[in-house]
């Protein structure tokens, strides 16, 4: 069971709602794990999606997001007993790594990105001012239940950034701003304007927080404000990563848990296609000349179809490719470059927080000659697929062939949904 501390648990026990607050939800303590992450976002209130659905609905089954009342089977917060109080606090630290709101959260992944952090590998979380979603949202409220909300809430916010390890703070947005100056208490000073040319300018603000906690913060709320385009995203991030990391009080959040994964999985995956081909450092580099860590970073809990997949999949496989040819490495094929993402993508994805997630389940498995062996012995595949597999050499294939063989395992080949079920005819005592 979730450890939960007294604190939170007073939190969730004495949650007083108001008249807007959305019927059968529960306080959301964070998004992502406080008790962590090293940096947290920070907005005005939780949106009504993480509970309703476009006609108002209480999510549940599958698509539930939070523990809710119903979910819970409680009438009442102050009589949770200790499994139902760990049950919500459970369902706020593993957010990302379920069914998150994407769309809005993934806005603030360039500002994560510039100080090297990720709600998605647990390095960063997301905090409110005040922990309840209402109906309407924050700005249609009544101004005395706004206030109300704050005057009760703020409170458990700053216990938060006193009692856990988080070490950078980042506002989204000038009512956040000036709520944090207001409500905590923290000086904030102006240290950049961003020319708004053809929409608004954006202001920057730092500050230190109960003597711990850097603070960071920018005017223009990034998925609330018209006119914010990807340049201007990239403009903050990039203002937001110097102030962070410039200057003599720089911020690092050191040798993280996804660092720690990826320098593996790059291990890994070099050590996996370098036979007879090229050395560990060049195939390394090679992985790392693409986006694919930071998409895994950013994007490893999230939704994604399979047509999208092999979009993004060959996208990966051809800049290795390229990479490498540019280095000179000879007998460069896709074939070899789709393993190096195969085994990067197991350390990373199918045996990593976000295993339970789409993208574990598509992703392509590594094919190698081993595999093929196995399959093309296996007599419960039809001969004509059996033929494929033993005629095929994968350090050879192109991206069509290689393709078309992945089309081949997934129509002919039984017992391999999810994809990486591939694996159990890959037998490591077989000569490789």
């Known amino acids: ?53 476009k006609e108002g609905t209480l999510l549940s089954g599958a698509k539930r997001r939070l523990a809710t009342m119903k979910s819970l089977k409680l009438r009442r917060l102050k009589d949770a007993s200790d499994e139902q109080v760990a049950e919500i606090v459970h369902d706020c630290s593993t957010y ?7 769309r809005w959260f993934d806005q603030l992944s360039p500002m994560l990105s510039a100080v090297g952090a990720s709600f998605y590998d647990g390095t960063a979380c997301h905090l409110d001012l005040v922990q309840w979603s209402t109906d309407p949202t924050w700005s249609g409220l009544p101004a005395s239940e706004r206030k109300s909300l704050l005057a009760s809430d703020v409170p458990f916010l700053k216990k ?3 009692a856990e390890p988080i070490e950078l703070l980042l506002l989204n947005g000038r009512g956040v701003i000036r709520q944090v100056a207001k409500r905590l208490q923290v000086e904030l000073q102006e240290c950049a304007v961003l020319d708004g040319n053809s929409h608004q300018s954006t202001t920057l603000f730092t500050g230190l927080a109960f003597e711990k906690v850097r ?3 920018w005017s223009t709320n990034l998925q609330s404000s ?73 994007h490893a809990g999230t939704e994604i ?51 339970n997630g789409t993208l574990s389940q598509i992703a392509h498995p590594p094919i190698d000659r081993l595999v093929l062996k196995a399959l093309a012995r296996n007599e419960a595949i039809p001969s004509e697929a059996r033929r494929v597999f033993r005629k095929t050499n994968w350090t050879q294939l192109d991206r069509k062939s290689y393709y078309k063989l992945v089309r081949v395992i997934r129509e002919n080949v039984p017992d391999i ?16």
């Not at 450890?3 to 992502?32: C, M, Q, W």
């Not at 990302?96 to 994407?102: A, C, H, I």
């Not at 040819?325 to 045996?351: D, N, P, Q, T």
């Not at 949904?417 to 490789?432: A, K, M």
Request: hydrophobic content about 40%; glycine content about 6%; proline content about 4%.
């Open 226 to 298: 018209h006119g914010v385009t990807k340049e201007r995203r990239q403009d903050i991030a990039s203002h937001v990563g110097g102030l962070a990391n410039g200057g003599s009080q720089q911020f690092s959040i050191g040798y993280s848990l996804f660092e720690h994964r990826h320098r593996f999985a790059v291990w890994a995956a070099s050590r996996a296609a370098q036979r007879k081909f090229t050395s560990v450092p060049r195939l390394r580099d090679a992985i790392q000349s693409t986006d694919l860590p930071s998409f895994v970073r950013e």
């Open 1 to 53: 069971m979730t450890v939960v501390a007294e604190y939170v648990r007073d939190r969730i026990l004495n949650a007083k709602a108001t008249a807007h607050v959305v019927s059968h939800s529960t306080p959301v303590l964070s998004f992502g794990d406080p008790t962590r992450a090293r940096v947290a976002t920070l907005g005005l209130n939780p949106s009504r999606v993480e509970f309703l659905d």
């Open 417 to 432: 949904n999810p994809f990486w079920r591939l694996e159990q005819y890959w037998n490591v005592t077989d000569d490789g």
């Open 215 to 217: 603070v960071i913060g």
């Open 305 to 355: 179809t399979p047509a999208r997949f092999e979009e993004l999949h060959a996208g990966w496989c051809e800049a290795i490719c390229d990479n490498l040819r540019a280095a000179g490495v000879e007998r460069v094929a896709f074939g070899r470059a789709a393993k190096l993402v195969a085994v990067y993508l197991k350390s990373m994805i199918v045996l990593g927080p976000a295993a």
């Open 160 to 162: 938060q950034l006193l």
């Open 96 to 102: 990302f790594q379920r069914n998150p709101y994407s």
